[in-house]
């Protein structure tokens, strides 16, 4: 890869739509289920990039908020 190229960029194409009448495809189901839990949050991780782009890895906001609690 040169310098000056940049790479690819996932896309999810959202011009395409396909209707199933379940999602019960048992080699999936396998395929899933003998991934290890680091492959399928490596594999959310790209699916939320290809939907959201770069604000998948956006920082989300956190605030704390101390209250006091009240005696009775």
């Not at 839990?37 to 605030?63: K, S």
Request: charged fraction near 40%.
């Amino acid at each position: 890869m040169s310098e000056n190229s940049k790479p690819v960029e996932p896309r999810l194409d959202r011009t395409r739509i396909e209707v199933v009448k379940d999602f019960d495809d048992s080699e999936d189901v396998e395929y899933w289920r003998n991934t290890s839990v680091e492959q399928r949050l490596e594999h959310l991780a790209y699916l939320r990039y290809m939907a959201f782009g770069d604000a998948a890895t956006a920082r989300l906001q956190r605030t704390i908020e101390v209250v006091q609690r009240e005696r009775r």
